[in-house]
């Protein structure tokens, strides 16, 4: 055998060995792109198959609700006071909702708990402080407040917002720094888990997930679907 042929089969092996190195780079790779949370792809996912699929019952629990009890659509979110694509939706999403649909008697919108205190260090004691506002019956105020100063959340400034708002500091106070209603919040979590949820803001229209910030539009297209039937 001569030396040109030796070095070839030489080098087949190292080639084969390259090759297999290169795949198994590329399937690691890939392994680590997985699907994005709404809250990591900045909201913007389009409507999910759930967008066109009943895929929860009831998820309206006794939690803050704005309009008619009996209206044909019932809208939950499950959101976040940390989440920045969930600051999105309360600025660019719920007005248009509650003004073409809650306030009409259309819809009712249901805000629920759903911090993702693995990234938002103040999520949970947000979603606390919510709570012991609606103990005093100040939850949409409070709520408001929260995402128009989103930048600013601490322990200190939760309490703060109580008293702006006129709530019992004292109560609210013992409220917020007795965890009283972390109970409440991991039910919201729960549920918002087997209904799919997996980031913020993942809202129902009748059981229809849409998931993320997506423009009032894509919303609108589902609300209106269900009020036709």
Same mark, same amino acid.
Not at 190 to 210: K, Q
Not at 217 to 223: D, L, R, S, V
């Given at each position: 055998m001569d030396e040109q042929q030796k070095s070839s089969q030489l080098l087949i092996p190292g080639s084969i060995i390259l090759a297999g190195v290169l795949i198994a780079g590329a399937v690691i790779y890939s392994g680590k792109l997985g699907a994005p949370t709404a809250e990591k792809s900045g909201g913007t996912a389009a409507l999910t198959e759930a967008g066109n699929t009943p895929v929860a019952g009831d998820l309206s629990d006794d939690d803050p609700s704005l309009g008619n009890p009996d209206a044909p659509v019932t809208i939950v979110e499950f959101s976040d006071f940390e989440c920045p694509f969930c600051g999105r939706f309360f600025?660019?999403?719920? %007005?248009?909702?509650?003004?073409? !649909?809650?306030?009409?008697?259309?819809?009712?919108?249901? !805000?629920?708990?759903? %911090?993702?205190?693995?990234?938002?260090?103040?999520?949970?004691?947000? &979603?606390? &402080?919510?709570?012991?506002?609606?103990?005093?019956g100040k939850f949409w105020p409070y709520h408001d407040v929260i995402f128009e100063r989103q930048q600013q959340l601490s322990v200190a400034n939760l309490k703060a917002w109580a008293v702006e708002l006129g709530l019992n500091a004292s109560q609210f106070n013992n409220c917020l720094d007795s965890g009283k209603y972390s109970d409440e919040i991991e039910k919201d979590?729960?549920?918002?888990?087997?209904?799919?949820?997996?980031?913020? %803001?993942?809202?129902?229209?009748?059981?229809?997930?849409?998931?993320? &910030?997506? %423009?009032?539009?894509?919303? &609108?297209?589902?609300?209106?679907?269900?009020?036709?039937?």
């Open positions: 600025h660019t999403v719920l %007005p248009e909702i509650k003004e073409k !649909y809650v306030k009409t008697g259309k819809a009712r919108f249901i !805000y629920r708990d759903f %911090p993702l205190s693995t990234i938002h260090t103040m999520a949970e004691k947000a &979603a606390e &402080a919510g709570e012991c506002a609606d103990e005093q979590i729960r549920d918002g888990e087997s209904a799919g949820v997996r980031g913020t %803001p993942g809202t129902f229209v009748n059981g229809r997930m849409i998931s993320g &910030a997506v %423009p009032f539009e894509q919303f &609108a297209a589902i609300i209106e679907e269900e009020l036709k039937k």
